[in-house]
């Protein structure tokens, strides 16, 4: 079955820049989105179709796409933005599944 | 405003069923696919699946394909997941989310309910 390779952490210090990669063989096919989980809350979207920011998430959040990496970029990290963060995208073989990354723990230090 | 309000809380045996409600408000229930997914203590986002509200059809990832059964009743406003031959594993928080053409995926989720399976 198709998935989507993430480190399982990165550790920045405040003000920095984090940058979160996500590696899958479809990819350059299917756009990816990216979700902030805190503990206890349901996700939030950041940014879908590999680049694009929905109404009100902060401009540091902002996403890249280079043939089969997608890369998350929190510009200025705060301590707010600690948190978990998945990738998602879809199967490109017509199966019309989705599938999520194993998720990077950001820390901030 | 666009609302997912989910069902309490479940604790059940292994071997048996859990079903699970999702009720949408704030707009057209007809126009959103509603998808499933679940999350592990301490583990990834995992798709299940979805359900097109206008006509019933649906869509499940092959690793629950023969356990899951997602519904719909259009006149409650209303999405179902239900899961079968519950084992331990199966202990997680389930979600419903709504699916936005705009954005391409779910921009919308349901708070999330607990499902705790013990023998």
């Given at each position: 079955?198709?998935?989507?390779?993430?480190?399982?952490?990165?550790?920045?210090?405040?003000?920095?820049?984090?940058?979160?990669?996500?590696?899958?063989?479809?990819?350059?096919?299917?756009?990816?989105?990216?979700?902030?989980?805190?503990?206890?809350?349901?996700?939030?979207?950041?940014?879908?179709?590999?680049?694009?920011?929905?109404?009100?998430?902060?401009?540091?959040?902002?996403?890249?796409?280079?043939?089969?990496?997608?890369?998350?970029?929190?510009?200025?990290?705060?301590?707010?933005?600690?948190?978990d963060y998945y990738c998602q995208?879809?199967?490109?073989?017509?199966?019309?599944?989705?599938?999520?990354?194993?998720?990077?723990?950001?820390?901030?230090? | 405003?666009?609302?997912?309000?989910?069902?309490?809380?479940?604790?059940?045996?292994?071997?048996?069923?859990?079903?699970?409600?999702?009720?949408?408000?704030?707009?057209?229930?007809?126009?959103?696919?509603?998808?499933?997914?679940?999350?592990?203590?301490?583990?990834?986002?995992?798709?299940?699946?979805?359900?097109?509200?206008?006509?019933?059809?649906?869509?499940?990832?092959?690793?629950?394909?023969?356990?899951?059964?997602?519904?719909?009743?259009?006149?409650?406003?209303?999405?179902?997941?239900?899961?079968?031959?519950?084992?331990?594993?199966?202990?997680?928080?389930?979600?419903?989310?709504?699916?936005?053409?705009?954005?391409?995926?779910?921009?919308?989720?349901?708070?999330?309910?607990?499902?705790?399976?013990?023998?």
């Amino acid at each position: 079955s198709y998935e989507l390779t993430q480190p399982p952490s990165v550790s920045v210090s405040p003000g920095q820049t984090a940058r979160i990669t996500c590696s899958g063989d479809a990819l350059p096919k299917q756009y990816a989105y990216w979700y902030q989980q805190k503990p206890g809350q349901a996700p939030v979207l950041v940014i879908y179709k590999d680049s694009e920011r929905p109404s009100g998430i902060p401009e540091r959040f902002s996403g890249s796409s280079s043939g089969t990496t997608v890369t998350l970029t929190i510009s200025g990290v705060q301590a707010e933005d600690e948190a978990d963060y998945y990738c998602q995208s879809a199967d490109s073989s017509g199966t019309y599944a989705w599938v999520f990354g194993g998720g990077t723990k950001l820390t901030v230090l | 405003q666009m609302q997912l309000v989910q069902s309490g809380a479940e604790v059940k045996k292994t071997g048996s069923s859990v079903k699970v409600s999702c009720k949408a408000s704030g707009y057209t229930f007809t126009y959103r696919y509603l998808h499933w997914v679940r999350q592990a203590p301490g583990q990834a986002l995992e798709w299940m699946g979805w359900i097109t509200p206008f006509n019933g059809n649906t869509n499940y990832a092959q690793k629950f394909q023969d356990r899951v059964t997602i519904t719909r009743d259009r006149s409650m406003s209303t999405a179902y997941m239900e899961l079968s031959s519950l084992r331990s594993e199966d202990t997680a928080m389930y979600y419903c989310a709504a699916y936005n053409s705009k954005t391409g995926t779910f921009d919308y989720w349901g708070q999330g309910t607990l499902v705790t399976v013990s023998s």
